[in-house]
């Protein structure tokens, strides 16, 4: 009698080994990628002005974010600044890439003449890829 190809299918085993290691690399992936969202650097405490017609962009981690309080106290990426040391930052942010995006982040009651002079100081930069937030009810909830 001949054996049958089929009689040493009781020997097969399925092995774990390969699955369990590709479930531990996603969860390492998943882990690692979650932890690199940057922080947003924004200002507590800051009233937007109200908008009808804002559009909704995209996060970006390269926005460069400037903020103005109500009390005209300029802050660039989350720490209080002036305006001279403002001026060295745009330089530098002038050099390395221009069209960089920048978010102006205002308080409802900011002083105008300081709105004014970070736009100044912009402008004397060359950087004009400036937006302005404002608060919208659909995407600021």
């Known amino acids: 009698m001949s054996r049958s190809p089929y009689e040493d299918d009781e020997d097969v085993a399925l092995s774990m080994s390969p699955l369990i290691d590709c479930v531990f690399l996603l969860l390492i992936f998943f882990l ?3 932890m690199l969202k940057k922080d947003l ?5 800051l009233n937007l002005p109200i908008s009808r017609s804002s ?8 926005v460069v974010a400037i903020a103005i309080d109500e009390e005209g106290i300029i ?4 720490e209080a600044t002036t305006i001279q040391m403002l001026l060295d930052e ?3 942010i002038e050099q390395e ?7 102006l982040d205002t ?3 900011t002083p105008f003449y300081r709105f004014v002079e970070v736009l100044d100081a912009l402008s004397f930069r060359n950087l004009r890829n400036v937006g302005v937030r404002t608060y919208h009810e659909k995407y600021d909830s």
């Open 32 to 34: 690692v990628t979650t």
């Open 41 to 45: 650097k924004e200002v507590e405490h």
């Open 55 to 62: 559009l909704e962009v995209p996060p970006d981690e390269s």
């Open 75 to 78: 802050y660039y990426e989350g």
């Open 90 to 92: 745009l330089r530098v």
């Open 97 to 103: 890439d221009a069209d960089r995006r920048i978010r």
């Open 107 to 109: 308080d409802e009651n």
